[in-house]
């Protein structure tokens, strides 16, 4: 497996996973992986429902910490294990985001936008009363919003996780459609010197391609971009690593040679 370093992970310290964290690291190391950087969700201001109470997606970060470094010492001579988390990012909750991201020395920090004008594209109301490419392009304008007001992350995460969840989901869905806002989207994090990641979670949800789908990929490396990890996005042991040889078959067909890790902040760079 040319590439070993799984940057996109979530266990039971996620609202949306039950999987015990060692179970994820074993899984891993069975793999073969020699890196795993756990991304908890952190989302401030997420919509109350009865499947997601108030704080659902809210992290205790020093329970997670805790649990994090007496793995990480068990597991030293067997994997190396990253500290990470997955902000979901909107305008107005600058501040506090930028504080969490401050409060603990994370290994890593990824953007995502989970959230768009309050709704999240996981849900059919989100789509209700306009079309699909009128919702996406929305999405897509929320993302260039968050990038104008915050900056404390290193990677934007699942570009286009909005089409995961579309009506048509990926069906006529193409870079070329949205290249006006996603030209904008990608200049400016090269300008912050940002990265972003190949998310495989797209494939395992029956996508044609991950996120973001290999249009942008490709347009990022031509406009400079360097930077990409790679993760999984996995919520349990089953999905960690899916599809990683195909992700990096289309990195490389995308121009790139190499995939990023992160450590206290700071990127490192693989061959693929």
């Known amino acids: 497996m040319p590439i070993t370093a799984d940057f996109h992970l979530h266990s039971s310290f996620s609202g949306d996973s039950d999987t015990p964290m060692e179970d994820m690291i074993l899984r891993g190391i069975k793999l073969g992986l020699t890196e795993m950087c756990f991304t908890e969700h952190n ?26 470094l007496k793995l990480r010492e068990k ?3 067997r994997i190396h294990l990253c500290f990470g988390v997955e902000l979901g990012l909107q305008p107005h909750l600058t501040r ?15 953007g ?23 919702a996406y392009r929305a999405y897509f304008e ?9 900056s404390n992350f290193d990677i934007y995460g699942h570009l286009d996780y909005v089409v995961r969840y579309g009506p048509q989901k990926d069906a006529g869905y193409s870079y070329e ?6 030209d ?16 495989t979670a797209g494939l395992a949800k029956g996508l044609r391609e991950p996120h973001p789908c290999a249009g942008i990929l490709k347009r990022y490396r031509e406009l400079g971009g360097e930077i990409v990890t790679t993760g999984s996005d996995a919520h ?37």
């Not at 997420?46 to 805790?66: I, K, M, Q, R, T």
């Open 43 to 68: 989302d401030f201001d997420y919509p109350v429902s009865a499947s997601e109470p108030e704080g659902f997606f809210e992290l205790n970060p020093d329970a997670y910490l805790y649990d994090f």
């Open 177 to 182: 459609m949205y290249r006006g806002i996603i």
């Open 236 to 272: 349990t042991p089953e999905q960690i690593a899916h599809a990683f040889d195909r992700a990096c078959d289309i990195l490389k067909e995308c121009g790139f040679r190499y995939y990023a890790t992160y450590e206290k902040r700071m990127p490192a760079f693989h061959k693929l």
């Open 184 to 199: 904008k989207i990608l200049t400016r994090l090269i300008d912050m010197e940002k990265g972003i990641e190949v998310n």
């Open 96 to 110: 506090k985001n930028a504080a969490f991201a401050k409060a603990h020395d994370y290994d890593f920090v990824i």
């Open 112 to 134: 995502s936008s989970h959230l768009c004008n309050g709704k999240d594209p996981y849900y059919p109301s989100f789509y209700e009363g306009r079309t699909q490419e009128e």
């Open 75 to 77: 597991y030293a001579d």
């Open 142 to 150: 929320s993302i260039l919003e968050n990038l104008k007001s915050f």
